[in-house]
């Protein structure tokens, strides 16, 4: 939820348009893309006067008249995700055929790495890329690289990073410790599956 006060007399005389009034794009897993999402805002104009107005609708419908003078705007995004916890149920995650670390022992795990704010993580033998997955959605800062060898997990680690929206997570194709030699030193590392090496 985002609530907005604003004057926009100055904008309207001039005939600039609202740049919140009619947006045409949304910035959108790592893109920009056409505004298509139910953005619903509540606008009240002219609060406290004969004139007061209060509006819904879908952003995208909206015109600048509507934030002519005086106004206040409240801007909920009812398809937000509402989890609370960082931590995500197995069958949340894509996962077809590949090995993943089990719910408890990414919980486990995760707390005894007792990350920092600005951890750069390795996850090495990344499978699905749960264990990525959700050290990335401890911190906006944390870098992780997930580290895997099987194609079919590359792939699954990609989708699972957008389902998730996870920008932190950088995947890395290849067999340790050789995919390692051109990353940056990491602060902390999670080493899941090895193939029995």
Known sequence: MIIIFCENDNCSRKGVRSPIA??????????????????????????????????????????????????AVL???????????????????LRGKVPMTKSEVRSVS???????????????????????????????????????????GVELIDQNRKKFRTDGVRIIEGLAPQALEELETPTHAFVGGSSGT
Do not use: W
């Open 110 to 152: 995760i707390a005894e790495l007792e990350l920092t704010e600005d951890a750069i993580v390795y996850d090495i033998g990344a499978g699905t890329g749960s264990v990525s997955i959700e050290i990335a959605r401890a911190g906006e800062q944390i870098r992780v690289y997930a580290i895997e060898k099987n194609p079919e």
């Open 75 to 93: 801007v909920e995004n009812p398809s937000y995700c509402k989890a609370a916890g960082m931590h995500l149920k197995d069958e949340e995650f």
């Open 22 to 71: 009619n947006p045409k794009y949304v910035f959108r897993d790592g893109k920009l893309v056409p505004m298509n999402i139910p953005v619903c805002p509540e606008c009240g104009k002219q609060m406290s006067y004969e004139e007061e107005k209060i509006l819904s609708g879908k952003l995208y419908e909206m015109k600048a008249e509507d934030f002519e003078g005086l106004c």
